[in-house]
């Protein structure tokens, strides 16, 4: 992938909190105020409701004096490629989609994206900023994660005393079951309540979907107790809003 030399500019991922426009962190508004050109996801992640969230915190932090906004649509994955080599050839694909949409504004100098939580965690638009060539600076604003939203809603802190946690998705739980030798188990990504393969003797959960918005779930128990309730909640929200993002953190009691 290549673009003229007069492309070389700064990306700024702004990370953007998982759902709530009032998480954005006073450097990611300035960064929005700043920036020539805001750089706009159509689709992917940002499901029905979720889909002017952006526009609303860029509108929100400019008080309606917007930079200019260029929108791209995420390409598809290939259902028929080999999981990690579709993700490769998807990740090709939206920084080719992002090259040709900032072809369009080539004066932009300062190029914000919003990017949903927090730019590090679970995420992979660094890794599509790694394709550009020449290389734009990075910069990296961090945002609110789906795994601080989940313990400020309950109120309780991540690790025990001094102890470990291990952050994995539900496609590894499901697979591997419980991490060795793991404390604090904290689980994203999870379309099909993983939590269910475990044994649930002595499991404590501590469950939240939308997190940080106004239709947030939340549910916390011995897992044994609670493991159905959950799995119902879950179906019947992703049918009620048609789509549903989820975050537990495990540990034994
Ligand atoms: C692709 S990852 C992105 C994580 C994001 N970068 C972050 O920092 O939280 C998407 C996963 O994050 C979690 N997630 C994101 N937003 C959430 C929310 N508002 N409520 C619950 N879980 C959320 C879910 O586990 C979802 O499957």
């Given at each position: 992938l290549t673009t003229d030399a007069r492309d070389m500019r700064e990306l700024i991922l702004v990370?953007?909190?998982?759902?709530?426009?009032?998480?954005?962190?006073v450097e990611g508004a300035r960064a929005i105020r700043e920036a020539d050109l805001i750089l706009l996801p159509r689709k992917g992640m940002d499901k029905s409701d979720l889909a002017d969230l952006r526009l609303r915190i860029v509108a929100t932090v400019t008080e309606g004096r917007s930079p200019p906004v260029a929108a791209f649509d995420i390409p598809r994955r290939?259902?028929?490629?080999?999981y990690l080599e579709a993700v490769e050839r998807w990740h090709d694909a939206i920084a080719a989609a992002w090259l040709s949409t900032l072809a369009e504004a080539r004066e932009a100098r300062r190029i914000a994206l919003l990017v949903w939580?927090?730019?590090?965690?679970?995420?992979?638009t660094l890794r599509i900023a790694a394709r550009?060539?020449?290389?734009p600076a990075v910069r990296v604003i961090p945002g609110i994660t789906a795994l601080q939203a989940l313990t400020a809603a309950h109120a309780i802190?991540?690790?025990?005393?001094g102890g470990s946690v291990t952050i994995t998705t539900g496609r590894r739980l499901r697979a591997g079951?419980?991490?060795?030798?793991?404390?604090t188990v904290a689980v994203m990504?999870?379309?099909?309540?993983?939590?269910?393969?475990?044994?649930?003797?002595d499991l404590h959960i501590w469950w939240g979907a939308y997190?940080?918005?106004?239709?947030q779930l939340l549910r916390a128990g011995p897992l044994h107790e609670i493991s159905a309730t959950i799995v119902d909640l879950r179906a019947k929200a992703r049918a009620d809003h048609g789509w549903i993002m989820d975050t537990y953190l495990l540990r034994h009691s």
């Open positions: 990370g953007m909190g998982a759902g709530n426009p009032d998480h954005l962190t290939n259902p028929h490629l080999p939580g927090d730019p590090a965690l679970y995420d992979s550009l060539t020449p290389r802190p991540l690790a025990t005393l079951g419980w991490p060795a030798g793991a404390e990504l999870d379309g099909a309540c993983a939590f269910r393969t475990l044994p649930q003797t997190l940080g918005m106004p239709e």
